[in-house]
């Protein structure tokens, strides 16, 4: 027989029950209790995997503009799916039409129904008479999806209630006590490190190698414990870069916390990183590359194919095939294909853009101890702070750089940018990628964004888009109309998590790589920035964890840990994970870089005026961004609106 669960459900908004289940059932016979569910191990990793499913992961299927209590194909209003945070960041520009939005995402993620379902799971195991070892372990990684849900409330809305036993449905309908007022911010991000802390205690150091990095062990405690109370100190110290006023401000359930706070969640961060650095036995994966050729490979390697980089993962989800019946993997490979390699769809590839920015962000290898990120070299003039709000009306007298090819512009930089982007001009899936934008014919005229042709000085035609085929190039095409979807609009598209090597299925929903949720690299840069940031902890240790990183991306050189360069590092490092929207965020930095900001693009030109055609470089804004006049991120932003104030008695949040 198949055992599945059922839970008492809560309408979400309002914190109030509506409906009642009991907690297991059977089907289609007889009910069985909870003692005959619990006696059987594939019973246990039923009701398990039910309860890792309530923790608010931001994997591949995770829709920032969609709600979070759903994801995927299977309860989305979206049927894409797979729209990551990358695209509300200068990370990414979402290609169909809009481009994704740059400001606050808007999941809506408020699953007290979820909250409720990991309650029901602690009642039942107190009343079970469970083995005492199995019932810790158990416990505990109730908690570890508790303080993750929590975590995903607390960097969402600030404080929240916070409810911890199964609420019953009172006999007289005018009851309040369901009604369960909002705990400040700091005690809501002190419960989070609790349920952590609670956690961590009875969590195993090792997990069954057949359930790998899918069963949360105390070292993933750890991490969500470095992650979440690094957040925190982040926003205790920072509240006041954009400080709001109102009920919530004054009741401190948003902000309120001292530089007191601060310092004690920056201690925690450096206490539970150290704890996994130190004991856990995670290594870097294949921390001594051969040549900067060697460590690019790696990277890509490790996302690609993340059992190999074991080693360094600490917790991750897996996937099965879902593209039959239950829609359990993801789109990936599908919608983020370049358009020259798409998987056989007539319309579903290529939306994946990567920004400029981004890939400006990366150093190159003068390694001089500097570590600053160096732009790619468009003119000989040295003049790369300059964007074109319109290709089409570019300067062809003005000092660009000749390129013999699409790739020339990125040689020597980090080998990190050639593991994580497709460059225009590289080869993906033994396919030459183009990306060009346009050409400039021999008489000094320009074709850009448009289709057309052009004879050049070596009596060969050539084609604006680099093709005349609408599958032989990958950018810059059909921007503004109904194909707009299928062509990156920024010259780049995303490499990190797509499988090269293997044949990948072109089915919706088949994708299987696994989501890498916490990986070393991620906590040694916690620790740098929370011991930099107050001065705790070890300096010459965040300096060795932060070139351990260069060092595996072939770098030479050391460079000192101050927060820019550790800052810089978490944008090259941890690129398209989830983490660049959170880290302006909780610094409170997104306001700054977005008030009618625009990403940026890198346009390949080929100038038929010269025999051989060489190619130029534009630098511009991404179209989307500039049809929409920028953008804009509010300060009110940082806190999402609490939903249901009219009927659950909350005090809203700033500026709603």
């Known amino acids: 027989m198949r055992t599945k669960i059922l839970f008492i459900s809560i309408v979400a908004a309002t914190l109030f029950l509506t409906t009642c289940k ?30 890792y499913n309530k923790m608010p992961m931001e994997d591949f299927n995770y829709e920032p503009n969609y709600s979070l209590n759903f994801h995927g194909k299977s309860g989305s209003n979206n049927s894409d799916g797979g729209w990551a945070l990358a695209s509300h960041t200068d990370e990414a520009v979402i290609q169909s039409n809009a481009g994704g939005s740059i400001g606050s995402v808007s999941d809506g993620y408020w699953d007290y129904n979820g909250i409720r379902q990991v309650n029901q799971f602690f009642a039942t195991i107190q009343s079970l008479d469970l083995d005492d070892a199995l019932f810790k372990r158990l416990s505990a990684e109730g908690h570890f999806v508790r303080a993750y849900q929590y ?66 062990s105390k070292w993933a405690a750890y991490a969500l414990k470095s992650r979440a109370a690094l957040f925190a100190a982040s926003v205790a110290k920072h509240w006041n870069k954009a400080a709001l006023i109102g009920d919530a401000v004054n009741l401190k359930l948003v902000g309120g916390m001292t530089s007191t706070d601060a310092n004690n ?52 989800k897996a996937y099965i095939d879902g593209s039959t019946t239950s829609q359990q993997g993801h789109c990936t490979d599908l919608y983020f294909q370049p358009t020259q390699t798409k998987l056989g769809s007539p319309y579903m590839f290529a939306r994946y853009g990567v920004a400029l920015d981004q890939v400006d962000a990366f150093e190159d290898y003068t390694d001089d101890g500097n570590g600053v990120s160096i732009p790619v070299k468009t003119r000989t003039d040295g003049v790369e702070d300059q964007y074109l709000t319109d290709p089409k009306t570019f300067d062809i007298s003005a000092p660009y750089i000749s390129y ?49 042709s052009a004879v050049g000085l070596d009596g060969n035609t050539y084609y604006c888009f680099g093709s005349n085929n609408i599958y032989g190039y990958s950018s810059f095409a059909k921007l503004g109309g109904s194909w707009d979807a299928n062509y990156s609009s920024t010259g780049f598209i995303i ?50 964890y932060l070139n351990a990183l260069r060092k595996r991306a072939a770098h030479t050189d050391e460079i000192p840990a101050t927060v820019e360069n550790i800052i810089k590092e978490r944008r090259v490092e941890l690129a398209f994970e989830g983490h660049r929207y959170w880290d302006l965020v909780r610094r409170r930095d997104m306001h700054t870089l977005y008030t009618l900001g625009t990403r940026k693009v890198l346009i390949p030109i080929l100038d038929l005026r010269q025999n051989p055609p060489k190619y130029m470089f534009l630098r511009a804004t991404n179209y989307y961004d500039q049809q929409a006049g920028g953008r804009t991120f509010t300060e009110r932003s940082y806190y999402l609106a609490i939903p249901g104030t009219a009927t659950n008695q909350l005090v809203q949040n700033p500026q709603y």
Request: glycine fraction near 6%.
């Open 404 to 452: 013999d090819n699409q790739y020339d512009i990125f040689t020597g930089k980090d080998a990190r940018l050639m593991g994580s982007v497709i460059l225009p001009g590289s080869m993906w899936k033994g396919v030459l990628i183009n990306c060009q934008g346009g050409l400039i014919k021999t008489d000094g005229s320009k074709l850009v964004f448009t289709d057309g």
């Open 495 to 544: 490499k990190k998590f797509l499988q090269e090597a293997k044949t990948v299925n072109s089915a919706a929903w088949s994708s299987k790589v696994d989501w890498i949720d916490f990986r070393l690299a991620e906590i040694y840069l916690n620790y740098a920035e929370a011991a930099i940031e107050s001065g705790q902890g070890d300096a010459a240790l965040a300096k060795t």
């Open 22 to 51: 009991d907690f297991l059932e059977i089907e289609p016979l007889d009910r069985v209790s909870p003692e005959q569910v619990f006696s059987d191990i594939s019973g246990i990793k039923t009701v398990l995997a039910t309860v």
């Open 265 to 316: 969640y920056y201690l925690q961060c450096i206490n539970a990183s150290k704890a996994i650095i130190d004991n856990s036995g995670k290594q870097l994966y294949k921390p001594n590359p051969a040549n900067a050729a060697e460590a690019a490979k790696n990277f890509q390697t490790m996302f690609e194919d993340p059992p190999s980089a074991n080693i360094e993962v600490i917790f991750k």
């Open 151 to 216: 975590f995903g409330l607390a960097k969402r809305y600030g404080g929240v209630p916070i409810i911890t036993e199964v609420q019953q449905v009172p006999s007289d309908p005018t009851d309040s006590s369901l009604y369960v007022a909002r705990a400040t911010e700091k005690a809501t991000w002190d419960f989070v490190l609790s349920e952590c802390d609670l956690a961590i205690a009875d969590l195993p150091e090792t997990v069954d190698p057949k359930e790998g990095s899918f069963r949360a």
